[in-house]
C-alpha cells in the first residue's frame, strides 16, 4: 500500500497504511472525540479524527503499524464570509462547507477546537483500521472496496446556529424558504431443512435448477402473491424423497429408472399419462468425495441489499420503502450466509470474494484456505454497507476472470456463488445476454450457485439463469436455516455429477406434453426431453431427495409402445447411451410405484399455484394502465413491486378441491409431510375476496 498523506483529498475516501504515534482525547458536544497523531510510509506526520465507538481504537499502540481503510480526506474549516449571506434561519454569517461538516457535527466542532489548519482524515462509520502483524503467519488479504463516491459538503454552513443552508436556499422568498437537512449518506455496518446424508447403499441425484420454494411459502406467510416462478417443480420435488423404481446393473455413475402413470386429473377430470425418470445413481456414499473446489463468492452490496429481509423494497405502487431501525437487512442476511458457508471450506480449497453494485470490486484474491487468516476474513465481511445501484454482469465477469486462467478438470470444482436479490438495473440487464454470459462461463467449466436474499428476490431471473449447465439456485428466507442447509448438504450443493441428460421418444404414439421437474422444461420438443445437470442428493429409506422428473405424455395412437433412448456426459467426461421401452397402463388410477404417484401429485399442486400467481401477477401489472413517464432512477425490468395476497372466488374453489386431492394421495403414498402443501391450501381457502372485481373472472 503506497498511499500517503499528499494523496488526501477533500471528500475522498482512501486506504492508508500508519504508524501510531500518539492519542487525544477531547469532549464536543457531549461527545468524545479523539485526535490521533499518525505518520504514513515517508515519516510525514498528520492528524486523525475518530469518534469513541470507532472500532479503530480499540486495538492502538505506539510504534505499531496500523491499515486505515475508507478514511475520509478533510480540509479545515475557514471562518471567511460569503459576500454577505445570511442564515435564513437565525441572521448568523455563513461560511463555506466542507466535508468536515458533512461528516458530522462533533468532528468540525473538535477541528476547530484543535486549531487544525491544513488536511486530515476522519475514521467515520464505513471507516475501519486495523493493526498490522508482522509476525502473522496468515495472510489477510482483504481489500475493502472503495467508495467511490464523493462525501458531498453542505453549500453553507452557519457559524452562528451551525445549521447546514443549501444555496438556493437563499434565492427563495422568505415565505416559502424552508431548511432541507444536509443528509449524511452513512451506511451502518451490519453486525455480526436437515437431510440426512446417510445412505443404506447408494447417492440420489437430483436436478439443478431450483433446490427448495422458500421464497414462495415466505411470501404466502408474509401476505403477498408469490411470483410463479418461485415455485418450479424441481424446487418442490426437492422438498421431498422419491422412490425411484427398480434397480438395474449399469457401468455408468447414473442408473435412470423408469416408470409409468395414468391418471385423472382432480378438477377438469381429464386423463393424463406420465412418464418419470427416478435419478439415482451407482455411486456409494463413501466412495463419494466432493472435488477441490475454487470458489469466488459474490456479494451484491447495492441500495436493495440494504432493504428489509422480509419485506418488499417496492411496494405495489413502485415506492422505494426503507427497512425499520430493527429489521434484519437483506445484506445482513447474506454476510451472515457467505460467513456460514466459509466454514464449509477445506484447507486445500481456494476462495475469493467480489462485491459489486453499479461496479466490481475484488475484495479478496483467490487464495487457498490454509494459508488465509479467515477469522480476519468473516470480520471484514460483516463490516460490508450497502449502496448504490446493480450490475450483475460486472461481478459475476470479475469472479469469471479469476476462474478461467486453470485448465478445466474433474477433480477442481470452479464455482461462482452468488449472494443476491437479482434485481440488476444497470449494465447488461437483458435475459438473452446475461444468460449467455453465464453460459459461456460454464463452456469454460466455471458453474454457478444462486443464493437469492429477501422475499422480493426475483424468482423468474433465478428459475432462467439457473437452468445453465451446472447451475442451481436456493432461497434464503432464514440465514441460521441455511447455514444448517449448508452444514448438511454442501458438499452435494457444490459437485454436479451428470450433464446433458436427453431423453428421445424413439417411436411414434407418444409426444412429450410438458416436463415437470427441469429448469429446461421449457426447451422440451414433441420428442426430446433435456435436464442439463444433475446433482447428488441425499437418501431417506433408499429414497432420493427430489430423485425424479416426471414426463407429461400425450398418446397420438391407442396401440403405441413407449421406445426411449436416454443420453448423458457424466463429470469426468465419460459418454453414455441407453435404449429401452416402458409399458404405460391402460386403466387409469394406475401407478407403477408411490414414487410416481406422489410426483404426479406434487407437480398438479405446483401447476395450479403457478397458473393463480401469474394471473394475479398479470392482473397487477395491467390494473392501473400505462405510466410511460420516465424517471431517471425508475424501476428497472428485474425489479419487483410487491402484490398483496389476493385469492378470487374462482381459485378458493380449485384450491378446495385440490386440497382434498392432495390429502388423500398424502395417505396413499404414505408421506405426511405433504401436510405442509394441504396447510398451504387451506391458507390460500381462507383468504377471502376483497373487492368485486376480484370475486371471479
Known sequence: MNTTYADIDEGKRLDIAVEFITQRGIDCDGKRV?????????????????????????????????RISGMLGALPATSSKEGGAECPHCGGELRAGRTVDAAGPVFAEAAAELSLDEPFGIIDARATARRVREDRSLVDDWTPMDDDRSVTPPDYVCESCGRHVDAYELRETAETDQMLENQVMESASPAPASVDMASPETVGLAAGGAKDVANFRENVANGYTPQPEAISDEGLFYDYHFETGTRTESEALFAPRYAAAVSDHPISGETERYLSVGLDSTLSVDEFERPRLDLVAVLDVSGSMDSAFDAYYYDEH?????????????????????????????????????????????????????????????????????????????????????????????????????????????GAT?????????????????????????????????????????????????????????????????TPLVYDLNLDLDADGYEIEAVHGSPSADAATDRLMHVGTLFPSAKQDGEARGGVVLVRLEQTSSDADLDLVASWTERDGGEY???????????????????????VALARYARELRTWAADLHDRADAATGVDDWLLPDQRGQHERESVPLVVPDRYTKRFDRLRSYLADEMAAVGDETIQQEVELLETLCQKAPTTPHEVSD
Open 430 to 494: 437483458g435475459d438473452s445476454e446475461l444468460t449467455q454470459l453465464f453460459a459461456d462461463a460454464a463452456a469454460e467449466g466455471v458453474h454457478t450457485t444462486f443464493i437469492g436474499m429477501g422475499l422480493d428476490a426475483n424468482a423468474e431471473l433465478a428459475d432462467t439463469l439457473s437452468g445453465i449447465r451446472g447451475a442451481n439456485h436456493y432461497f434464503v428466507h432464514s440465514a441460521s436455516e441455511f447455514e444448517r442447509r449448508l452444514g448438511d448438504e454442501f458438499d452435494y450443493m457444490v
Open 318 to 426: 413502485g415506492r422505494k420503502r426503507e427497512a425499520e431501525d430493527d429489521a434484519a437487512t437483506k445484506l445482513e442476511a447474506a454476510t451472515q450466509s457467505l460467513c456460514a458457508l466459509t466454514e464449509q471450506l477445506h484447507d486445500e480449497d481456494r476462495l475469493g470474494v467480489v462485491l459489486y453494485n453499479h461496479r466490481a470490486h475484488v475484495a479478496k484474491p483467490l487464495r487457498d484456505i490454509g494459508t488465509t487468516d479467515m477469522p480476519a476474513i468473516r470480520r471484514h465481511i460483516r463490516e460490508i454497507a450497502a449502496g448504490g445501484s446493480t450490475n450483475l454482469a460486472d461481478g459475476f465477469e470479475a469472479a469469471v476472470d479469476m476462474l478461467v486462467d486453470e485448465t478445466p478438470s474433474p477433480d477442481v470444482e470452479r464455482r461462482v456463488v452468488f449472494m443476491t436479490d437479482m434485481m440488476p438495473n444497470t
Open 577 to 599: 447411451t441407453e435404449r429401452v421401452t416402458v409399458d404405460v397402463p391402460d386403466e387409469t388410477g394406475t401407478y407403477s410405484h408411490k414414487g410416481v404417484r406422489k410426483a
Open 34 to 66: 479523539h485526535r490521533l497523531l499518525v505518520a504514513d510510509q515517508s515519516g510525514k506526520q498528520f492528524p486523525v479524527l475518530a469518534t469513541l465507538d470507532s472500532a479503530a481504537l480499540l486495538s492502538l499502540k505506539t510504534g505499531a503499524m496500523h
